[in-house]
C-alpha cells in the first residue's frame, strides 16, 4: 500500500457523544491522502462501535481496540501503527477545519527544519469559554515565530495538543509520550524546547477545541497547577544544572514559593529571591534571602527565573529586566 502523507493519531475513551462529528470532520479534509488511526482506550460506552461502524465505511479509518491503560499509552499504540512521515494528532470531541491536513501538511514538507506545528484554536462552545480558558485562548492565539513560543514555554504550554503536526521519526526519537505524573503534552514540548526542535504555529484556525469540564485538563490530577509546577521545575533544572552563574528566583508570592519548592526539590540552587513588596524583603525563603529588585546583580553575573503570578506582572517584569541589560533566555526567563 501507498504511504501515506500523513497519519491522523485518535486516541478516543468514552466519546459517543462526539466521535461522530470528530471523525467526519477528517473525512472531510481537503487532503484525501491520509490515515487515521484510532485507538480506542477500552471505552465502555458506544464509542468502540460507532469508530468500527465508521471504518467500514473508510478504508483510511483503521481500529486498534486496547484495554483501559490511560491516555500516555493509547498515544504510544497509536504511533506503532502511524505509517506516514507526519503525525496530526486529534482528540474525539474536536473538530477539525476542512483545510486543516491540507496547510499544515504543506508547511511541514516545505520548512524540514520545523519539529512541532500547531496553528490558531476556537474554543467552542463560545459561551462557555471565559475567565482563565479564554485569556489562555487568546495566549495561545497570539504566538506564531518559533522566538516567541520558546520564550514563554515555561509560562504554560504554548500548543493546544489536538492542534499539532510532528515528524514521526523525531517523535519516536524523543521517546514518544512518557509518564512522569504531568501532562504528557507539556512534557513532551519541553523535551523538544531542550534538544533544540523548531517551533511553529499557522495564522489559520484550523482546529475546533471543545471546552468540557469532563476534559482531561480538569478532570485529572497529573493537569494540576502542582504538576505544571512539577514539570517546569525539573525542565528548568535539566537546563540549568551546570550553569556557571547564581540562580534567582523572581517572585515571593504564592506562584514563586511553589516553583522555588519544587526547583530545590529538583535539585537546582536558588541564590536569592527577587520582590517588590517591602514585607517580603529581608525575610529568608526555604533557606534564600529575599531582595529588593535593585539587589539584582548585573546582567551575565547572574540568570533570573520569573515567576509572579499577578496579571501584567510579566510584561513589567521583562521590561525592567530588558531595559537593565538583561537577555531573554540569556540571562532569564519567564516562568509564570
Known sequence: MKTPAISVLLPVYNVEGTIRSAVQSILSQTLADFECIIVDDGSIDATGNIVHDLARTDDRLRVHRTENRGIIAALNTGIEHCSAPLIARMDGDDLCHPRRLELQTAYMEANSEVSVCSSRIAMFPRPEVRGGMWRYQQWLNGMYSHEDI?????????????????????????????????????????????????????????????????????????????????????????????????????????????????LQLAGLEIAAVIDVDPRKIGRVKRGAPVLAQNGLPRP????????????????LIRRHLSEHGYRELQDFICAA
Open 300 to 315: 551575565r553575573e547572574v540568570f533570573v527565573i520569573t515567576a509572579v503570578g499577578l496579571a501584567g506582572a510579566r510584561t
Open 150 to 262: 520558546v520564550k514563554n514555554i515555561f509560562v504554560e504550554s504554548p500548543f493546544a495538543h489536538p492542534s499539532v503536526v510532528v515528524r514521526r521519526h523525531e517523535l519516536l526519537a524523543i521517546g514518544g509520550y512518557r509518564e512522569h505524573g504531568w501532562a504528557e503534552d507539556y512534557d513532551l514540548w519541553l523535551r523538544y524546547y531542550l534538544r533544540g526542535g523548531r517551533f511553529a504555529k499557522l495564522s489559520h484556525t484550523v482546529l475546533a477545541w471543545r471546552h468540557s469540564e469532563s476534559r482531561l485538563t480538569f478532570a485529572d490530577a497529573r493537569y494540576s497547577v502542582d504538576n505544571f509546577l512539577r514539570a517546569k521545575a525539573h525542565y528548568l533544572s535539566c537546563q540549568l544544572q551546570g550553569l556557571r552563574r547564581p540562580i534567582y528566583l523572581w517572585g515571593a508570592g504564592k506562584t514563586g514559593s511553589r516553583l522555588l519548592k519544587h
